[in-house]
């Protein structure tokens, strides 16, 4: 593992230009990337997309659906069995129905965690929890291990207009970041 300093681009050219500049102050090519880094929640770590196994905060929704629909079908046939007489038969099954999809519905809602709470964030939303999150944007890797070097990449992304400028650690092999983790919070430098 080496050092890299990172800059975040809005447009492409900008980057571009980065690169341009960064080889000819000596990087190597081979230790140097660039690559589009998608909007949080939307890195793909999984089969069916996102950056989490399950979507937050829905532990408890499978148990709250069924006692809603329970609740909510029982509701439903009190309520559909005193509109027997006016809507015939059908009344009850239909309002039971209806009754067990909407006490479902509200049964998962409510059981839902609340992920406004510390207590509800996995490690690595811990580790993220006071840390800005990692934009979306063209972000301009290049290895640096020694100090003048990174501060010559620093100065070369600033030139051209990086924001989130960082100091991470990681391996950068024939122009591809090999270890990159877009949900590692960032380690901005300083102003």
């Known amino acids: 593992m080496t050092t890299i300093i990172t800059g975040n681009f809005l447009q492409q ?10 080889a ?6 081979e230790h140097m990337t660039t ?18 196994d399950e979507s937050a905060g829905t532990e408890g929704a499978p148990a709250g659906s069924a006692i809603g629909a329970t609740v909510g079908g029982a509701v439903g046939i009190a309520v559909g069995l005193t509109a027997v007489p006016v809507l015939g038969p ?5 309002a039971a129905g209806v009754g067990a999809y909407a006490g479902s519905l509200v049964g ?19 580790l993220r ?13 290049v290895s640096a291990p020694v100090s003048a070097q990174q501060d010559t990449a620093i100065g070369i992304l600033r030139t ?30 300083a102003g």
């Open 13 to 22: 050219d900008g980057a571009q230009r980065a690169m341009t500049d960064l």
């Open 24 to 29: 000819g102050a000596g990087f190597s090519p």
């Open 35 to 52: 690559f589009f880094v998608n909007p949080p929640g939307q890195h793909d770590r999984y089969p069916l997309g996102g950056d989490e």
């Open 90 to 94: 059908g009344a009850a099954v239909a």
């Open 108 to 126: 998962a809602l409510g059981n839902a965690g609340d992920r406004s709470s510390p207590e509800t964030h996995t490690a690595m939303e811990e």
């Open 129 to 141: 929890y006071d840390e800005p999150p990692r934009k979306s944007g063209m972000l301009v890797a």
């Open 160 to 189: 051209h207009g990086a924001t989130d400028i960082e100091r991470s650690e990681g391996a950068i092999v024939a122009g591809d970041w090999t270890d990159f983790n877009p949900l590692m919070p960032l380690r901005l430098v």
